[in-house]
């Protein structure tokens, strides 16, 4: 089972400026290069053929200037947002198949009910009135009656229940199955689509986008719409841990004696963010963190193991750290959303706490 610790709320009026400048240039950076790699493999799919004779990490490292653990990052993050694109697409494939089943399924019954109306309409003309058998219909003499919920229809004579009845049911139910018909051929026509289309993504979301066109005032301030915009592209990154870094991130290092995270950018410099605290589940970051440290052989540990009936899996725990920024006329709301599979410790540790346990409980035994 994977665990999301969140760490306290860090405004930015408590932050240095350079390191709020320093921020805002990695987050343009890297989510530049994650739409580039994203739309590279969308480009390489539709087309069928390789854009570039070197892979798309070194691509993004020569690019953008990245180094490898930004570049791994956003091919990560771009391989990943693709697969998870292809798999809603059998998702969606899935449903259609179910819709369509349940199309058909009503076309039967109604073409069903049609036919047994035209079979009435037969006899009426014929000049005597046959009723389908197992029908609600009461026929007394001359007059047919037809018992409903809150009311009974009656009608004279053949004539009036075939001209204020039949059809009028004759003709409703012929538009219910064009209806049908017609969103039954749609439906396929989305299947379809869903087999042969290769989907691609708006980054920053598709109803933002729209709403250049649709929003009154961002029609009058298109400068401002950029900027929401702008922002919402670059609001977070996630970097991706690593089993045999000391604490489990290349580029981030969080210090459990003060509490302090350290950062390292692009360009190599090092910064410090101050009081990095959790609320919930501070104790086992620490404890996940100084197993890391003082383990030795890491990969090792980390590796799933089977110990009798005690299996240890990997648990990754995201440390997400959130910048609220002031004034508003910044270009990004979250500075920082990092660390996504920071430490892949907790339950190595648990599981050799259990292992301890057991092999205590043996001893005793």
Not at 23 to 30: A, R, S
Not at 267 to 273: D, E, H, L, P
């Given at each position: 089972?994977?665990?999301?610790?969140?760490?306290?709320?860090?405004?930015?009026?408590?932050?240095?400026?350079?390191?709020?400048?320093?921020?805002?240039?990695?987050?343009?950076?890297?989510n530049h290069a994650k739409r580039f790699a994203f739309h590279t493999l969308v480009r390489?799919?539709?087309?069928?053929?390789?854009?570039?004779?070197?892979?798309?990490?070194?691509?993004?490292?020569?690019?953008?200037?990245?180094?490898?653990?930004?570049?791994?990052?956003a091919r990560q993050e771009a391989a990943a947002l693709f697969t998870a694109l292809a798999e809603l697409q059998k998702l969606y494939t899935k449903q259609t198949d179910e819709k369509i089943k349940d199309i058909k399924k009503k076309l039967k019954k109604e073409?069903?009910?049609?036919?047994?109306?035209?079979?009435?309409k037969d006899s009426l003309i014929k000049g005597k009135l046959h009723l389908p058998k197992n029908s609600p219909f009461l026929k007394i003499n001359n007059i047919i009656a037809l018992p409903l919920k809150n009311e009974t229809q009656i009608w004279l004579n053949d004539y009036l229940f075939e001209h204020q009845y039949l059809d009028v049911q004759i003709k409703h139910t012929k538009s219910r199955i064009g209806r049908l018909v017609f969103r039954l051929y749609r439906l396929e026509e989305r299947k379809q689509k869903y087999k042969t289309h290769i989907p691609s993504c708006v980054f920053g979301g598709k109803k933002l986008f729209k709403s250049q066109f649709t929003i009154e005032e961002y029609q009058r301030n298109h400068e401002k719409w950029q900027e929401i915009f702008h922002q919402a592209r670059t609001k977070q990154m996630m970097i991706s841990g690593r089993k045999d870094a000391k604490s489990g991130n290349f580029v981030f290092q969080y210090n459990i004696e003060n509490q302090a995270l350290h950062f390292t950018?692009?360009?190599?410099?090092?910064?410090?963010?101050?009081?990095?605290?959790?609320?919930?589940?501070?104790?086992?970051?620490?404890?996940?963190i100084l197993t890391q440290q003082t383990c030795k052989n890491k990969k090792k540990l980390m590796a799933n193991q089977s110990l009798g009936q005690l299996k240890i899996t990997e648990t990754t725990i995201l440390l997400n750290v959130w910048?609220?920024?002031?004034?508003?006329?910044?270009?990004?709301?979250?500075l920082l959303m990092a660390l996504s599979a920071w430490i892949v410790m907790l339950t190595t540790l648990l599981g050799l706490t259990s292992q301890m346990t057991a092999t205590t409980l043996k001893a005793e035994n």
């Open positions: 089972m994977k665990k999301t610790y969140f760490s306290k709320r860090i405004y930015k009026n408590e932050l240095s400026c350079y390191l709020i400048h320093e921020l805002n240039g990695v987050l343009q950076t890297f390489e799919k539709r087309w069928d053929r390789q854009l570039n004779k070197e892979s798309l990490h070194q691509v993004l490292k020569k690019k953008f200037g990245l180094n490898d653990y930004y570049a791994n990052s073409r069903t009910k049609l036919t047994k109306f035209f079979r009435v950018s692009i360009r190599g410099k090092a910064f410090t963010i101050p009081f990095v605290l959790f609320p919930y589940g501070q104790e086992i970051i620490n404890n996940v910048l609220r920024l002031y004034p508003t006329h910044m270009l990004i709301s979250v």
